[in-house]
């Protein structure tokens, strides 16, 4: 499936090509996983903590930094990617615009270290979460949503052969 992943950077030198493929991977494995039969459109934004925070804060009126923030274009219902999603697909470039995504590499790093595994298995992790979230997944509360969310990601990073 040919999609369209576009990767941006404010952050100066983090945007290596290694980098770029390794999040394009991981989005086209999640959404390979998840059966989207349709060509995507998502963009990424790789930012530091500050950036992510102003992020937060004036989307969702939460003034703190976090790892990662999904801003799905439309409102799926999880695990279920509609069979015929024809007309979700916009009608000049042919792609689903699936929504975008923001990643503070400051926060990869250092969950990677918390966390005791590698800076790539946490990119990875936070991609896939986040690609989930543009599906439809959430994880609100402790309850059912939450853990069949994890399910997914576990299993998506599974077939990526991500594990430290």
């Known amino acids: 499936m ?10 100066p030198r983090v945007s290596t090509p290694a980098l770029r493929a390794h999040i394009k991977r991981c989005i086209r494995a ?17 930012t530091d903590n500050p950036g992510i925070r102003t992020i937060n804060r004036d ?16 409102s799926l219902e999880p695990g279920a990617f509609p069979e015929d999603a024809s007309e979700l697909l916009d009608p000049g470039s ?8 923001a990643i503070s590499v400051e926060k990869v790093k250092a969950q990677a270290q918390e966390f005791g595994h590698s800076q790539e298995r946490e990119l990875g992790y936070l991609t ?4 989930l979230h543009l599906l439809g997944y959430d994880h609100m509360d402790e309850g059912p ?8 990601e576990n299993a998506i990073m599974e077939i990526l052969k991500i594990k430290e």
């Not at 040919?2 to 952050?11: D, F, G």
């Not at 989207?36 to 990424?44: A, D, K, N, T």
């Not at 790892?67 to 274009?73: A, E, R």
């Open 2 to 11: 040919k999609h369209q992943i576009s990767i941006h950077s404010q952050v």
């Open 30 to 46: 999640a959404l390979e996983a998840e059966n989207v039969h349709v060509p995507c459109e998502i963009s990424v934004l790789l």
């Open 59 to 74: 989307f969702r009126g939460i003034d703190r930094e976090t790892d990662v923030l999904s801003f799905p274009m439309f």
């Open 94 to 101: 042919g792609l689903l615009p699936l929504g975008d995504m």
């Open 128 to 131: 896939v979460h986040s690609v």
């Open 145 to 152: 949503m939450k853990q069949a969310m994890r399910a997914r």
